[in-house]
Every structure is written in C-alpha cells, then in structure tokens.
C-alpha cells in the first residue's frame, strides 16, 4: 500500500495561495496512477484494475484535464511549461490519445516553451516501438525506460514482469525517433551480488541513453518486500553493501562521460528532476500529487476515487503547507546539496551553521569549494549527505 | 450509614473525637488508587461528572505508570448513625523505593487499612508497610480488594491476614473498589475502629509537616498535620528547626481540590501557603509552631531517607546547568530524600551527582527534570557507596566510580542489603538460582502458608541496584515480591572497568564490579555500546580495561551511506519532516570527544538483556 500522506493545513476555500515573490520557472507532473500488478518493493501511489473500484482508465485523462482547468483558475498567468513529467504508476498504460489529450490541455493553459521537456516514464513491458512512434507524435520529447536490472533474478525479487531482452530494441528505436533517452536502474535488491550490479550497468551503458538514473533500493514498511524480509523468506538488505554498489556505479557512469549533477542522477540533466531540487514552481496533476507554488507546497487526496470526488467538489487538494523563511532555506540546503550545483556560501551564514562544522567537513574531504563562493558535496561527501544536512542543521 | 453527612463538618471548628485520620497500606496494583476514587465518590465530594481514574494521582507520571509517588491528605465526610464525622484519607506510594514516604504518612495517622489484592495475597512491601504501621501503633483495619475478579480468593487470603496480625478471618472486610462493593461498609469501619486524635487544643501549635510540594502557582504547599493547638491564616508562623518565620497567607484542607479555611484545629490534617518560594525552607519532618506562642519542643522528626544509589545527571546542553540546578532545588521540596551536589565530568562537562532510594526513584526523577521542566539530561550508570581504604591508611568514601582510585588499595567495603522475597513455592529454585548468580548468601526460608514461601537473603546492593527486581518478576511470571533494608558494609573483592571509546576514557562509564565478573560485564557493556552508538563518519573503538589491561574491544565501523535515493515524485515535505526527526534525534546526543553518543546509552548499556525482555 501507498505510503501516508503528509499532515497539513486544509486548502484555501477561496483556491488563493499566498505566495512568496521570485522568478521560479513553471513545470508540471502529472500522475497516472494505474499498473497491470503492483510490485512488490512499490510503495508509489498506484492501483491495479481490481484496487481502482469504479475508476476508468480509459476516461481518466479528463480529470486530470479537469484539474489543468482549476490551476489555471488558481494560477492565472504563469511562465510557460519548462518541463512536463508524466509519471507513475505506468504511464504507458494511457494511450498515445489520452497523452496527447493532457498534454495539448496544458498547452492551451499554460503554453509549453518551445525547448520545453515532455518526459514519459515508460515500462519495457507496456511499450511496443509502434506506441514509441505514436507518443513522439502527440509531443513526447524524452523517455525514462523503467529498466530496474538485466538480472532476471534481480527482477523476480523485484516482482518486475518485463523480459531485459525488451531494452535495447526499445532504445534504439526512441533513439531513431530522436527521443532524449533515459534508464532506471535499481540496485540493492536482497541477493544482488557486486558482480551482478557491474552486468547490469554494462549492459545499460550499452544502450547509449543520454541519462541514467540508479537508485538504491529502499525497503518502504507496508509493502510486500518488506514482509517478506520481516519473515525471513527474503534475506536483508546491507547499506554497507549499497555504498560499494554506488561507488561502483560512479565509477563505471563516470568513465561513460554520464557526468555526476545529482545523488542518483548522471547524464545530460532532466529539466525536470532538477527543478525539484531547485525548488522551482510545479503543480502535480492526478491522485497524490505533491505541487509546489511560491512557498506552498500542498497534495492531491491520494487515491483515485477520493480524487475524482474532492476534485469534483471543488479542489483536488487534501493538505496544504506554507513554507517559513527558514524551511525555504532549510530545503534549500537539504536539496540543493545534493547536487552538483551545490549552495551558496552565505546560505551557510543566514542558517547560522558555523563555519567550523563547515570546514570540518571541507578538512575531511566531504564537502568542496567550488569557486569562491560556492560549497558542493564530493564524490565522497555523496553518500552522507544527508547526514551531512542534519549535522548543519542541528546545530 | 449514608453516602455523605448531611452537613459536612467545618475544618478548624471540628472537635478532635469526630476526625479519624487514617491511610491505605497496599502493594503496587492492589487496587489502592482504584480504592480511593470509590470513596471520593461515595462521599460526594467528586461528582461522577468530574470523576477520572486515579483521581488523586496528580503527576502524569503517576497515572501513566499507575503508581503513586506522593501523598495525598484528602477530606471526606461521612455520617454514621446520625453523627457527622471527619476523614482524612491520606494516600501513600507502594513501592520499594519510597518507604521513607509511607513511613511520613503513617505518622500523621491513627489508623490503616491494610489493602491486600483477594486473587494474588500479601507481598513482602506490605509486609514492610504493616510493620511500620505497627511500629507506629495504629489500628489495622484488614480488607480484601478485588473480590470481583474470578480467580480472587477471599477465604485463603483472609486466613494468611489473621495469620498476620491476629484476629478472625471473617472480621477481614470484603470490597471491590472497582464496583464499589462493601466500600460504604469500610467507610462506617473506619469511623468505628480508628481512635480519634488525642491532642491539646489549648497548648502552642505545634503541626507535623509530613508533604511539601511546589506549586508555580503559589509556591512552596505544606502539607501538615496538626497534632496541639491551632493555626489560623494571617498568623506568623515559625518553623521550628529554622526559626524562619512567615505569615500564613492561606490554610486550608484538600477535599479533593485546596479549600481555603478558617484554620485547623486539633488532630487536623491540610495545607500551608506562606509564598515563600525557596523550597528548603519547608522542610518535611520539621514541626511548625506560631510566633507569638511558641511550642517549647518540636515534635520526633522522621528519619531522613538515605539515598541508596547514586548517578551523575547532566544537562545534554551545558548552557541548561542553571536551569537544572533550579530544577532540582524545586524537586527536592517535595522529595527530601533527594540529595545532589555538584560534579564535573571530563565527558560530561558540568553536573550533578545525585542520591536516590533506588532505581525507580533515579528513573522518575529524571523523567521528571525532563517532562517538567523541559531539560534533556543524562543519568549516568547508577554507582553505590564505596568504602574504599589505600596501602597508606587513608580512607574514601567513593560515590562515582571514577573517583575510585587507581592501585595501592588495601581494602574496600561495599554496602549490603537483607532482602526478603516472597513468592509461591514452585519459585524457590528459580529464586534462589538468581540471588546466588548476585553474590547473595541465604539467610532463612519459611512457609507463609500452603503454597507461599518467604525467602530471606544478604546480598551486595550494588547487585541489586539495576536489574534485579525486574529480572526477579520475570523469572517468576510476577509473582514474587521484594523488599529490602539496609544492612551494613562487607568487604568485598571489587575492581574498576573503565570503558574507553577511541582510546579515551569516558569516566561517566566506568564502573565497579565484582573481580570475577569484570570480564563478563566488559564484555557485555562493550557489546551494548556497539548496538547503542549510531555508526559515525570514522571507525570508533570500544575497549573495557581494568586498570591498563584491556579485557574486552569492539569495533563500530564507519558508516558509508547516510543518504536517501529518492525525493518521492516532489514530495519534499516527506523529507523534510524526515529532517526533522533526525535534527531531534540530534539533539538527544552527547559529543563525548569527537564522538555522538545517545542519551540512552549510558544508562540503558547497565541494564541486562533479560530485562530488557521483561520490560517489553
């Protein structure tokens, strides 16, 4: 099951936000949250058929339309589009109509900008070259291939359906269609060895994409994957082991000129994920949908079927949070660190860490100048980093 | 017989003959506070409206661990044939630790009810309780509780009370205080057998100060019993072992809530306002007179508790040393046995090293500094006193295991306990196995009845402190009690484990033991910090040593990943309160060196794995 929304604050009855001034670019995601089976470490915000319970996926692109019309009425004018996401669940469970459909809604409320990224998240076992073609037709500029592993038994723990052979006829065909390519890769599973890591990165480089993202596996509670380590039928997973793996995984990307920008992101940089860390403007279409506006950050009621209600009733939102000064500079910190952008110096100062912790840090080789007035993390710093912000921040 | 006296008596207007003042002696979860919301109802003083379980158990402490810490002097009315009369029930904790509060309560009292639980029988802290209540020649009123429950057995344990103290079975009462049962019944028992307070109502004043609490509203409550004479508000009062005199701002009786009165007259039991804010100027014990006609002789004061067991309390933050200085004086008003100076820590930085009854007591002290009055601290291993004499002749008195010195030792004393233990007899084997895994040596063993055995053993109270209790309750499904005095100093064959981390030292750590088992306990505490120390940017090292010689090591290695994958689709506020949790969990470590260390380390590492298991 899905993890727990956030607690927050009930969205505003007249749909005015207060927001922070700022020159933030727009982007937006928008959620289809439906999957032929739900796999077993999943803890996203998606249903299969017999979960939905009176849900159509084959209409359910006009609510999502539905909901492009009521943010347009909260947002009015805005920057056009940077970036559109569409994520899941799998996507690639809509058809090429239904994509084309939200993305043309989007369009004629917002404007999309002419350079403006259209990523679909794909899976090898619901895209078929002929699907490839139709979406580039409705739009489709990138494509994120939902690869997770060349192990076969990787993938059977994992619950994955698809066959690997799937992969690379799919890439190339995207390439051909002059689609940006991206995979995901996951690695961590229980039994996974280094070696079996090295073959999958071997065989994703083969590929060619302009991106790979590879994140480690996190065993959320409530899921299937976590029953299963809890009654012992599945052996646990090791942090340590992971550490190797990612270090691994740097090197091999690394060597494939996929340069470092985020903790698990290498290549030429999504227009989406960082704006993410940028803290950037987005508004999250469908079920569970987070947004962020200027300072608000607020979520859609999570699943379908209350969705479609609450958005029927007036506004898909179930909680609404505004940020204080300091949690925006908080964040700031916490996401901006884990890029290769890093943080500006004075961030340091106007969240009062002292410049000691900092040097510490610098002196132990876990953070980085990067001209005069700029902190990063370092290659080694990467994997703490989180450890890193709560040091900082607790001070 | 009716549930409240038609016309309640007046408080200072009420003759000596129609005051019983009388407390409950019951073992932890006999059903003693259960007991007394029965009464506060029968009586109407609490409507059903207003009433909540474990009514006069103020502390949050109190009610969430269901114990009773400090006393309470409630007022009740009651009538019996026509006749008003005046109750004082004063409440008093059961647990081990707290004899010292039991005894201040008897005193203030002409009559117990001696509470014993119809399904379990007596326990050994009763035992305890009723020699203090015969010790201070009260009448004993015995009651069962709980004859509601299915497997209670009225007719055995009535048989083990008259056994005890005398007596008929049958005049043994029987009550439910939880459905009210023969509690009215109670009530009319307690008018007919407890003796009225004898006193002089025209001699000086003289009241026996039995609770003193603080209040941050009104300051310093005092609680007293008067025992000659009267006292009336707007009077100067002097306390007789000061000589510090106050005015009486506002006296009164507690039924259930303050009720400010005209003043308390002979045999009387209430409460004191004299806005003094400094808390040891009300000092429990000491007897309270009137300025302008003083008693000549103050009253027997109690025995002052001895602290028992000793930690060191740190604030986590060293900028709170102030608050918690002003904390403890503020407890220490209302707990004279509470007992502290300053200390310093080489890991720790600046505290206090604290004297208690006995574990629970160190354990709701500081839960109490940090529920309170908002302070993260930290207890150290808990250390009892050592006698400790070198090669040259000199002797020590050694509170804080780091302070025992290195070498040239000629002898040390450590202090020692009689405990006595009853239980059912399948337990004894059990029993007897732990006393002697503690060094203890057995003393006597005598049937109680059929099936009950009282076990009596000396034991070193250093084996007792921490986990015996616990491990005892556990060995024998709960059925066995314990209680404890002191009895004097043996010499033993002691040394010091000091644990290092990184190669240091850390002196809020080290511990003394017994020879034989410094190997065993290196090892264990060693292994406890591993689990308890979160893993750090470098490799920390863990050694136990006696003296230089290192009995025991391990290893935390470094961590290598403290980072999440993902942000969940912009779902940024997941992570942040993520953050948050973990700035808080920050906030309960203590750099101790370059290294983090939770709070529960140090005193969770002393506790054994059993236990642990208990508890859960």
Known sequence: ?395 | MSPRAAKALEPSQTPADLIRNFCIIAHIDHGKSTLADRMLQLTGIVSDREMRAQYLDRMDIERERGITIKSQAVRLPWELEGQAFALNMIDTPGHVDFTYEVSRSLAACEGAVLLVDAAQGIEAQTLANLYLALENDLEIIPVLNKIDLPAAQPEKYAEELANLIGGDPDDCLRVSGKTGAGVAELMDLIVKRVPAPTGDSDAPARAMIFDSVYDSYRGVVTYVRMIDGSLKPRENIQMMSTRAVHELLEIGVISPEPIATKGLGVGEVGYLITGVKDVRQSKVGDTVTTKTKPASAPLKGYAEPKPMVFSGIYPIDGSDYPDLREALDKLRLSDASLVYEPETSAALGFGFRCGFLGLLHLEIITERLEREFGLALIATSPSVVYHVRKDDGTELVVTNPSEYPDGKIAEVEEPMVKATILAPKDYVGTIMELCQTKRGTMMDMQYLGEDRVQIRYRLPLAEIVFDFFDQLKSKTQGYASLDYEDDGFTVGDLVRVDLLLQGERVDAFSAIVHKDKAYAHGVRIAGKLRELIPRQQFEVPIQAAVGARVIARETIRAIRKDVLAKCYGGDITRKRKLLEKQKEGKKRMKMVGRVEVPQEAFIAALSSDDSKAAKK
């Not at chain 1, 347009?72 to 469970?93: N, Q, R, Y």
């Not at chain 1, 494939?256 to 403007?281: D, R």
């Open chain 1, 1 to 395: 099951m899905p993890g727990a929304l956030p607690v927050g604050a009930p969205w505003p009855k007249d749909n005015q936000l207060n927001r922070a001034p700022g020159t933030r670019s727009f982007h937006a995601y928008v959620h289809v949250p439906f999957c032929e089976v739900r796999c077993g470490y999943c803890d996203f915000n998606t249903y299969t058929a017999k979960e939905l319970g009176g849900v159509s996926q084959a209409t359910f692109h006009q609510h999502l339309i539905s909901e492009i019309a009521f943010s347009k009425k909260v947002l009015g004018e805005m920057p056009a589009l940077s970036s559109v996401f569409i994520g899941g669940g799998t996507p690639s469970l809509f058809t090429a109509e239904q994509i084309g459909a939200v993305l043309e809604s989007l369009g004629e409320s917002f404007g999309l900008a002419s350079d403006c990224e259209v990523t679909l998240e794909a899976n090898p076992e619901s895209t078929t070259e002929e699907y490839l073609g139709e979406i580039v037709e409705v739009g489709i500029t990138r494509v994120s291939m939902g690869v997770q592993s060349f192990d076969s038994q990787v993938l059977q723990t994992l619950d994955r359906q698809h066959d690997p052979e799937r992969v690379a006829p799919l890439i190339t065909e995207a390439k051909e269609l002059g689609l940006v390519t991206s995979v995901d890769l996951i690695y961590g599973a229980p039994g996974e060895t280094l070696n079996s890591w090295s073959k999958t990165l071997s065989e994703a480089l083969a590929l060619g994409t302009d991106h790979v993202s590879a994140y480690s596996l996190i065993v959320e509670p409530g899921t299937k994957l976590a029953r299963q380590i809890a009654t012992g039928e599945i052996g646990p997973t090791s942090e340590d082991l992971n550490a190797e793996m990612y270090e691994h995984a740097t090197q091999r990307l690394e060597g494939a000129s996929l340069e470092w920008y985020e903790v698990s992101n290498w290549g030429k940089p999504s227009e989406h994920n960082s704006a993410y860390w940028k803290s950037q403007n987005w508004w999250g279409y469908g079920p569970g949908a987070h947004s962020h506006i200027d300072g608000n950050r607020f979520w859609n009621h999570k699943h379908p079927t209350s969705y479609q209600k609450a958005l029927s009733d007036g506004a898909p939102a179930a909680g609404i949070e505004r940020l204080t000064d300091r949690q925006m500079l908080e964040e700031q910190l916490l996401l901006m660190l884990r890029t290769e952008w890093g943080v500006e110096r004075e961030l340091f100062a106007k969240l009062e860490v002292p410049p000691e912790l900092v040097a510490q840090e610098i002196a132990a080789g876990n953070l980085e100048l990067s001209g005069a007035d700029c902190i990063r993390v370092s290659r080694k710093g990467r994997l703490i980093v989180d450890g890193l912000v709560v040091k900082f921040l607790s001070h």
